[in-house]
């Protein structure tokens, strides 16, 4: 067991270390798109604070066709354009292009299904004291929904665990690659199956850190 | 001063509603004004238009003089802070606390924080929630809300304050509360209010002036002392009690 993991664990942590960097970083980009996607799909629907129907049906187009294409197939498919800003397409850098693609419209629906639970009377209240969309934006939408679009991050953050376990297997680095690379080409199993363990221990971290930081914010919360 | 002539709203959805029609309504300075029916009568298609929230499909709204109608943009948004709001369900921001429920009004007005903090606290000593201030809306009753709600109305030094429904999801003693809370401000603030309720009770303990609505036009309206004394319409006696059964 000492040996076992002696040879191994410098390994398991380098790959723990990419998956996170991967995931994390292609987290924070696709919310740096996604977010603001998500506010306008929610403000320009028929029933949102200033309905645009052209450019609402158009958005939504968009975020579906991302939503729809399996994400080995898009990882494929962007492959000369992550080349285009990376300099090459694998690699655990490389990864992050797909993957931000891939999370953003997910991003986007996420934080619609948020905004959309905030009470509507709250925003005509809002609109009543003279608040411009902006401000409704700003002021009542996104702080009202914190707890929700925290929650939501967990969702997107554990689903990029998985899509990146998915790249490692095409190149991408990462635990996927040594679960791929020891399991199936080495029939080395101890280290795919103590891979697996540790890739279900993330997921399981995420979630239970997410939770409790949307549970302490949560003013609904006696 | 607030003068509505000849209102008609009609929404045009899958069939044509005629929510309200030719609706006269003058509430002058002082006034705390009741408009009652039951639901479906179009009391809050009436909430909506004097709230600035819908525009009148004919007939005309004047705020002191000003007809609303041809206000957009900027100027609409200037005229609604004229006119403050409280709600059913008190639609305070969850998120939160009391004093910042009450110095968001003047937060979209762009008034420095210090200064709206002591705006909001000197509102907070008229409601009596003044020990309340960083509490949230989840651990107050619904009087307390109630109260937050009508304390973030007044922020903006409103000349009317327009009620929807305040005391519908309150006990009676809370609603009597509320009610001496509203005349209060009426006398103290000189703040005119117009009340939107189904509760005779509600009339009879604070309006001088009612108006009784029912499929979507006044059939009464005048002095509450005049209307309880001598009603006219059949709504306005079974909402008195005075007659069972359904009107048609």
């Given at each position: 067991m000492d040996e076992f993991l002696t040879k191994n664990l410098s390994m398991l942590l380098e790959g723990s270390a990419e998956t996170l960097y991967m995931t994390g970083v292609s987290a924070l980009f696709a919310?740096?798109?996604?977010?603001?996607?998500?506010?306008?799909?929610?403000?320009?629907?028929?029933?949102?604070?200033?309905?645009?129907?052209?450019?609402?049906?158009?958005?939504?187009?968009?975020?579906?066709?991302?939503?729809?294409?399996?994400?080995?197939?898009?990882?494929?498919?962007?492959?000369?354009?992550?080349?285009?800003?990376?300099?090459?397409?694998?690699?655990?850098?490389?990864?992050?292009?797909?993957?931000?693609?891939?999370?953003?419209?997910?991003?986007?629906?996420?934080?619609?299904?948020?905004?959309?639970?905030?009470?509507?009377?709250?925003?005509?209240?809002?609109?009543?004291?003279?608040?411009?969309?902006?401000?409704?934006?700003?002021?009542?939408?996104?702080?009202?929904?914190?707890?929700?679009?925290?929650?939501?991050?967990?969702?997107?953050?554990?689903?990029?665990?998985?899509?990146?376990?998915?790249?490692?297997?095409?190149?991408?680095?990462?635990?996927?690659?040594?679960?791929?690379?020891?399991?199936?080409?080495?029939?080395?199993?101890?280290?795919?199956?103590?891979?697996?363990?540790?890739?279900v221990a993330i997921v399981q971290i995420i979630q239970v850190v997410f939770d409790l930081i949307a549970k302490k914010i949560d003013k609904r919360i006696r | 001063m607030i003068k509505i002539t000849n209102l008609s709203k009609t929404f045009n959805t899958y069939k044509v509603v005629e929510a309200l029609k030719n609706i006269n309504l003058t509430v002058e300075d002082g006034d705390i004004y009741g408009i009652i029916g039951r639901s479906g009568a179009g009391k809050s298609t009436m909430l909506r238009c004097i709230a600035l929230l819908e525009m009148p499909t004919s007939g005309t709204i004047e705020v002191d003089g000003q007809d609303i109608s041809a206000l957009s943009g900027k100027e609409l948004i200037d005229l609604r802070k004229r006119v403050g709001i409280i709600f059913q369900g008190y639609n305070l921001l969850m998120q939160r606390n009391v004093l910042q429920n009450v110095c968001f009004p003047l937060e979209l007005s762009g008034m420095d924080k210090a200064a709206r903090e002591q705006k909001a606290m000197e509102l907070l000593q008229i409601v009596g929630l003044e020990d309340k201030a960083k509490a949230y809306p989840i651990q107050l009753s619904g009087g307390q809300k109630q109260r937050v709600a009508i304390a973030r109305a007044l922020a903006n030094d409103p000349e009317m304050l327009l009620c929807d429904e305040p005391t519908s999801a309150l006990d009676s003693f809370t609603t009597k509360s509320i009610l001496k809370l509203l005349k209060e401000i009426n006398e103290k603030l000189n703040v005119s209010i117009v009340i939107i309720t189904h509760e005779i009770g509600v009339v009879k303990a604070l309006c001088n002036k009612v108006a009784v609505i029912n499929e979507g036009t006044f059939v009464e309206q005048g002095l509450v002392l005049d209307v309880m004394e001598h009603p006219q319409s059949d709504v306005t006696k079974l909402l008195l009690g005075m007659t069972e059964g359904e009107v048609e």
């Amino acid at each position: 067991m000492d040996e076992f993991l002696t040879k191994n664990l410098s390994m398991l942590l380098e790959g723990s270390a990419e998956t996170l960097y991967m995931t994390g970083v292609s987290a924070l980009f696709a919310y740096i798109l996604g977010l603001p996607l998500g506010v306008l799909v929610t403000v320009t629907d028929k029933n949102g604070i200033h309905p645009m129907k052209t450019l609402n049906g158009i958005v939504g187009w968009i975020v579906n066709i991302g939503r729809s294409i399996p994400f080995v197939i898009l990882m494929l498919v962007v492959a000369p354009f992550t080349r285009l800003i990376v300099g090459k397409a694998i690699g655990t850098t490389a990864t992050i292009v797909p993957l931000t693609i891939a999370a953003t419209p997910f991003v986007a629906r996420m934080v619609q299904q948020s905004l959309n639970e905030i009470d509507q009377g709250v925003v005509e209240a809002a609109r009543t004291m003279g608040a411009t969309n902006m401000q409704i934006v700003r002021k009542v939408l996104l702080p009202e929904s914190v707890p929700s679009l925290i929650r939501g991050a967990a969702v997107t953050v554990i689903t990029l665990v998985g899509y990146s376990a998915m790249a490692g297997a095409l190149g991408g680095g990462g635990l996927g690659d040594i679960a791929v690379r020891y399991g199936m080409q080495r029939y080395e199993y101890d280290v795919m199956i103590l891979t697996l363990i540790i890739i279900v221990a993330i997921v399981q971290i995420i979630q239970v850190v997410f939770d409790l930081i949307a549970k302490k914010i949560d003013k609904r919360i006696r | 001063m607030i003068k509505i002539t000849n209102l008609s709203k009609t929404f045009n959805t899958y069939k044509v509603v005629e929510a309200l029609k030719n609706i006269n309504l003058t509430v002058e300075d002082g006034d705390i004004y009741g408009i009652i029916g039951r639901s479906g009568a179009g009391k809050s298609t009436m909430l909506r238009c004097i709230a600035l929230l819908e525009m009148p499909t004919s007939g005309t709204i004047e705020v002191d003089g000003q007809d609303i109608s041809a206000l957009s943009g900027k100027e609409l948004i200037d005229l609604r802070k004229r006119v403050g709001i409280i709600f059913q369900g008190y639609n305070l921001l969850m998120q939160r606390n009391v004093l910042q429920n009450v110095c968001f009004p003047l937060e979209l007005s762009g008034m420095d924080k210090a200064a709206r903090e002591q705006k909001a606290m000197e509102l907070l000593q008229i409601v009596g929630l003044e020990d309340k201030a960083k509490a949230y809306p989840i651990q107050l009753s619904g009087g307390q809300k109630q109260r937050v709600a009508i304390a973030r109305a007044l922020a903006n030094d409103p000349e009317m304050l327009l009620c929807d429904e305040p005391t519908s999801a309150l006990d009676s003693f809370t609603t009597k509360s509320i009610l001496k809370l509203l005349k209060e401000i009426n006398e103290k603030l000189n703040v005119s209010i117009v009340i939107i309720t189904h509760e005779i009770g509600v009339v009879k303990a604070l309006c001088n002036k009612v108006a009784v609505i029912n499929e979507g036009t006044f059939v009464e309206q005048g002095l509450v002392l005049d209307v309880m004394e001598h009603p006219q319409s059949d709504v306005t006696k079974l909402l008195l009690g005075m007659t069972e059964g359904e009107v048609e």
